[in-house]
Nanobody, 115 residues
Framework: QVQLVESGGGLVQAGGSLRLSCAAS????????MGWYRQAPGKQRDMVAV???????VYADSVKGRFTISRDNAKNTVALQMDSLNPEDTAVYYC?????????WGQGTQVTVSS
């Protein structure tokens, strides 16, 4: 079982920045990808950004050019640098890890962007 611990959420004004971090621990075999998803009130959970073991990345159109995902394979950590935040980015952000066919989710961290 993989445990994920997230940190870095909070309250920020529009135009500001936040950095989220997620650390994976436990029975890790081979992490295929690490990513961030978000869920706003009353909406479904959507992919924000994913980074694969080879380093290639995928971003949601709504965050391209503003968010940057990075990963430290040796430490099994993933970070999401979020710049130029706007109120539409307000959501609970979840870390997700794919490890040899198993999917694990973090507990979520709240990001609130005020206008």
């Amino acid at each position: 079982q993989v445990q994920l611990v997230e940190s870095g959420g909070g309250l920020v004004q529009a135009g500001g920045s936040l950095r989220l971090s997620c650390a994976a621990s436990g029975s890790i075999f081979s992490i295929n990808y690490m990513g961030w998803y978000r869920q706003a009130p009353g909406k479904q959970r959507d992919m924000v950004a994913v980074i694969f073991s080879a380093g290639n990345t995928v971003y949601a159109d709504s965050v391209k050019g503003r968010f940057t995902i990075s990963r430290d394979n040796a430490k099994n950590t993933v970070a999401l640098q979020m710049d130029s935040l706007n109120p539409e980015d307000t959501a609970v952000y979840y870390c997700r890890v794919g490890d040899s066919g198993r999917i694990s989710w973090g507990q979520g961290t709240q990001v609130t962007v005020s206008s």
